[in-house]
């Protein structure tokens, strides 16, 4: 199930031009990552922890940056997770600037793989990451 996020960008985000600085979007976009998780129960402590051995590494990202985000803007970030296998997923984030008219601002999708940490081996998804996955 698609999700939303909505922040403000904040000063801190910003590079010495006044612009969100680009990796910051990646951030951003975490946070709505994590914020996605927890709207569809997931404990993202226990998630985050390593706790099962399990790490869930970012292989490949892409972004287009279509206009430019500064401090006390408005955005709302749309997630759209995807399995693309057994042990691995896709997510598509839109980040929209809000006004009249919201444009979009960003696209950026990240590729995750799940490992067990000890050895770095691909592993299947873990059940609650696999059912929000079911659910986009």
């Not at 801190?12 to 914020?35: K, M, Q, R, S």
């Not at 998630?47 to 279509?66: C, H, K, M, T």
């Not at 709302?76 to 042990?87: E, F, I, K, Q």
């Not at 598509?92 to 601002?105: H, L, Q, S």
Request: charged share 25%; with cysteine.
């Amino acid at each position: 199930m698609p999700f939303s996020y909505e922040r403000t960008i904040h000063f801190p985000d910003t590079d010495a031009a006044g612009v969100v600085f680009f990796p910051n979007y990646l951030a951003i976009c975490h946070e709505a990552y994590e914020e996605a998780l927890a709207a569809a129960g997931v404990d993202v402590r226990v998630f985050f922890s390593n706790r099962d051995g399990l790490v869930l590494p970012i292989a490949r990202s892409e972004a287009d940056y279509l206009r430019p985000l500064f401090a006390g803007d408005k955005v709302r970030v749309n997630v759209a997770p995807g399995r693309l296998s057994d042990n691995s997923f896709a997510i598509a984030f839109e980040i929209v600037k809000r006004g009249k008219p919201e444009k979009t601002a960003a696209r950026i999708r990240t590729e995750h793989v799940c490992i067990q940490a000890a050895t770095r081996e691909r592993t299947a998804l873990p059940p609650a990451l696999a059912a929000w996955l079911a659910q986009g």
